[in-house]
């Protein structure tokens, strides 16, 4: 007899992040913020894992916010299937939502460490006279 295995496939948040090109903290912080569409699991030690369908929603999280240019709230109304306000809708190409500009902020602090780093490993290669 043939026995068919019903074990979800899980994925850690780093390969989450790779297949999406996203940075594992906006992962954590959309695992927040959309907690009831989200059923990531955490290991004892942990480690969070995702399911495909936690996958697609982050999928369709980032087209919303990146792409369409929803907010947080305006994204979970569209993703709850509730009508979404006008101003949500018709957000100017130069509106930057708040969410947005807060993982900007991250991303850009965590390049200006790297190069902080890069920059005192250099001085301490060069010979002083």
């Given at each position: 007899?043939?026995?068919?295995?019903?074990?979800?496939?899980?994925?850690?948040?780093?390969?989450?992040?790779?297949?999406?090109?996203?940075?594992?903290?906006?992962?954590?912080?959309?695992?927040?913020?959309?907690?009831?569409?989200?059923?990531?699991?955490?290991?004892?030690?942990?480690?969070?894992?995702?399911c495909?369908?936690?996958?697609?929603?982050?999928?369709?999280?980032?087209?919303?916010?990146?792409?369409?240019g929803?907010?947080?709230?305006?994204?979970?109304?569209?993703?709850?299937?509730?009508?979404?306000?006008?101003?949500?809708?018709?957000?100017?190409?130069?509106?930057?939502?708040k969410?947005?500009?807060?993982?900007?902020?991250?991303?850009?602090?965590?390049?200006?460490?790297?190069?902080?780093?890069?920059?005192?490993?250099?001085?301490?290669?060069?010979?002083?006279?």
């Amino acid at each position: 007899m043939l026995e068919v295995s019903t074990e979800v496939k899980r994925y850690r948040i780093g390969d989450v992040a790779n297949m999406l090109d996203l940075k594992p903290h906006v992962l954590r912080y959309w695992e927040t913020e959309f907690s009831s569409f989200i059923l990531g699991e955490k290991t004892e030690g942990g480690q969070r894992l995702y399911c495909q369908q936690d996958i697609d929603l982050f999928e369709q999280v980032k087209k919303l916010l990146y792409v369409e240019g929803y907010s947080i709230a305006g994204a979970k109304k569209k993703l709850s299937g509730k009508d979404v306000a006008a101003d949500e809708q018709d957000l100017s190409e130069n509106a930057v939502p708040k969410e947005l500009l807060s993982v900007i902020k991250e991303e850009l602090q965590d390049i200006r460490d790297h190069i902080q780093r890069i920059k005192a490993d250099m001085e301490n290669k060069i010979p002083r006279s």
